[in-house]
């Protein structure tokens, strides 16, 4: 308990050093953060990441935490649902028989075991030829089924096939084999999405999708919660923030009229932008083309998902409407930084309907937590009864 208390002192002094200069400021720091601590739940790297010394009151209320968020996924999101949103393979399975509009997914390389011969899965080097070969492949995506953020994505173009092999060109333009690519760890192949030009202007290197955070209520109705694009720099193949270096950009949801450009370097690196720092585009004012139609799509999208009911979907807008890129349960809560207010009181209340469902015994409530809740059982409840 004495040791937990002098590293709990000593992360709150450092705390206080990163966000104030003087002795008075760093005390208002260290205040402040227990205060919200106390009320909110608050971890010290949210405090700190999204600037909390800087927030409006309405943004600090409306805030939704690590510690909240959790309880209330257990319930919204039911852990024995997890892997559906998790394993993009799996994912993949799931919405081709549902409508919802995705990539199309060439193959899945799992190394590990032995399959028959088939028209989706390899566990070979020659398997994953013959697959590709057969479906005339000459460009794709190729994932890892379980990374996040962008991590491992790779463009591969011009496969030419030789025997039990091929070569392609990565988005570098440098050659390579797929056998030198393969290794122990599973990928997914998909098809390479065009999306519109209204989206490739603000950075054509990346795909720059639309996040969409739903609620599904157990009346079948759809809201959205929150809207906002990640896009790409010069060169870049992927759009995500999980490591800066990216551009952000709200979305109001009743106009799709964009707002709150920033250039995102990493946390308290962020810096408010009208046109993208590369290309140029402009970005703030601009209205993205049928967005009515494409908020309709994204709900019925969810309404065919109940497993998750409160959904962060990254969407790619091409010319056919909006395409599912992935599916997150376990959203982060970077948005609330983006949209420049909280999801707290959109995230409660749909998570109130269902608990209504709970004590009226419609559906019963998960007997098991998603994640450990490092809160103690009291502190939770003071939390969530606010």
């Avoid at 040791?3 to 720091?29: E, G, M, N, V, Y």
């Avoid at 919405?95 to 990539?103: D, F, I, P, S």
């Avoid at 949801?253 to 709150?260: S, W």
Wanted: hydrophobic fraction near 35%.
């Amino acid at each position: 308990m004495i040791r937990k208390t002098i590293t709990f002192c000593h992360q709150l002094l450092l705390l206080a050093r990163r966000c104030a200069k003087s002795p008075a400021q760093r005390l208002h720091i260290i205040r402040d953060y227990c205060q919200l601590y106390r009320q909110k739940g608050l971890t010290m790297e949210e405090y700190d990441e999204f600037e909390f010394e800087k927030r409006s009151e309405s943004f600090r209320n409306d805030f939704l935490g690590k510690h909240e968020q959790r309880h209330y996924l257990q319930l919204l999101n039911p852990e024995k649902y997890y892997i559906l949103m998790r394993n993009k393979y799996l994912t993949h399975k799931m919405l081709e028989n549902t409508g919802v509009r995705k990539a199309l997914l060439y193959a899945y390389y799992q190394p590990e075991g032995v399959v028959a011969p088939n028209d989706e899965i390899a566990n070979d080097v020659a398997g994953l030829v013959r697959i590709l070969r057969n479906k005339g492949v000459t460009e794709c995506v190729v994932k890892a089924p379980e990374n996040s953020h962008g991590e491992g994505v790779r463009l591969i173009q011009d496969i030419q096939y030789t025997g039990n092999d091929a070569t392609f060109l990565d988005h570098n333009g440098q050659r390579a084999s797929l056998s030198a690519m393969l290794k122990r760890q599973p990928l997914i192949f998909e098809s390479v999405i065009r999306q519109t030009q209204q989206f490739a202007a603000f950075n054509p290197s990346s795909v720059n999708t639309v996040r969409f955070m739903t609620a599904l209520y157990p009346d079948n109705e759809v809201k959205i919660i929150a809207t906002f694009i990640k896009i790409g720099r010069a060169g870049s193949i992927v759009d995500n923030a999980g490591d800066g270096g990216n551009v952000d950009v709200a979305v109001n949801t009743d106009t799709g009229v964009l707002q709150y450009a920033i250039r995102y370097d990493g946390w308290r690196k962020v810096t408010d932008i009208n046109v993208h720092p590369d290309t140029g585009a402009t970005l703030n004012g601009v209205v993205i083309e049928h967005w009515d139609a494409i908020k309709a799509e994204v709900c019925r999208f969810q309404q065919a998902l109940p497993y998750c009911r409160v959904a962060g979907w990254d969407i790619a807008i091409t010319d056919e409407g909006p395409l599912v890129i992935e599916v997150n349960d376990l959203w982060d809560r970077t948005g609330q930084y983006f949209i420049r207010r909280g999801w707290r009181p959109d995230i409660r209340q749909c998570y109130q309907a269902w608990e209504q469902q709970v004590r009226d015994g419609i559906i019963p409530f998960p007997h098991f937590g998603r994640i450990p809740q490092q809160l103690s059982n009291r502190h939770l409840q003071h939390i969530i009864s606010q």
